[in-house]
């Protein structure tokens, strides 16, 4: 069946080390959604692509994190140099953009851990 | 500022009896309101859409209100199992555009058995 899939599914890093996640969105879908996931936070927002063009990337740290979707088959949120405090679960979510509604598919996530 | 409120403390329930969580904004006038489930170690999943002209909408066990005037989303889960048990995410949409929506911290359910 049809799922998002996120790989890697866990990464340990030492801090000042590029880290990069990788997605895969459900295909024929048109939305990509980044999130960060923290005990404190909840579920944040990232970035936000619609057929492959960033609409929105404000929640994201512009210095050190980057998102791209180089196809439709891949999207890609980098992190250089990660810090302690990016270590978060990362999710990817996508979605088939209506007139209104835009239930979102997770993946499993990526779970980051900055030493 | 805007915000949406989830009760932080778990919700402990009885085998059978109905479970009712609440969800809360302010500063939103957002089209429609989400409802996911999310298990340990899992991306959320999504489980009910109710819009703005919509009082109530329902799915098998799953019953979700909507009072634009209170402001407030309520989930309902009827004869309620163990199986049940997990983490209720409301998600707002964004006036933002781009059908964006924002998630609330979430409740977690426990069921007993």
């Known amino acids: 069946d049809a799922r998002v899939t996120q790989t890697p599914r866990h990464k340990v890093t030492e801090m000042g080390q590029e880290v990069t996640m990788r997605c895969q969105p459900i295909l024929g879908h048109n939305t990509v959604f980044w999130y960060r996931q923290t005990m404190m936070q909840g579920l944040e927002l990232l970035a936000y692509f619609r057929n492959r063009a960033p609409l929105d990337d404000s929640g994201m740290p512009k210095d050190r994190f980057s998102a791209e979707m180089p196809d439709a088959t891949l999207a890609t949120l980098k992190i250089q140099p990660s810090e302690p405090r990016d270590s978060a679960v990362y999710f990817c979510a996508s979605g088939l953009a209506l007139v209104v509604a835009n239930e979102q598919f997770f993946g499993p996530g990526t779970r980051l851990t900055v030493l | 500022s805007q915000k949406i409120e989830q009760n932080s403390e778990a919700l402990n329930i009885q085998e059978g009896k109905t479970a009712t969580l609440t969800c809360n904004y302010t500063n939103y006038s957002p089209a429609y309101l989400q409802w996911y489930r999310q298990d340990p170690g899992r991306g959320p999943v999504f489980l009910l859409l109710?819009?703005?002209?919509?009082k109530e909408k329902r799915k098998e066990r799953l019953k979700v209100t909507f009072d634009t005037t209170l402001k407030q989303s309520l989930f309902h889960i009827t004869a309620s199992q163990p199986a049940d048990s997990a983490t209720y995410l409301c998600a707002l949409e964004n006036s933002g555009g781009y059908q964006k929506v924002t998630f609330g911290t979430g409740t977690k359910l426990q069921v007993i058995p």
């Open positions: 109710i819009r703005e002209n919509e």
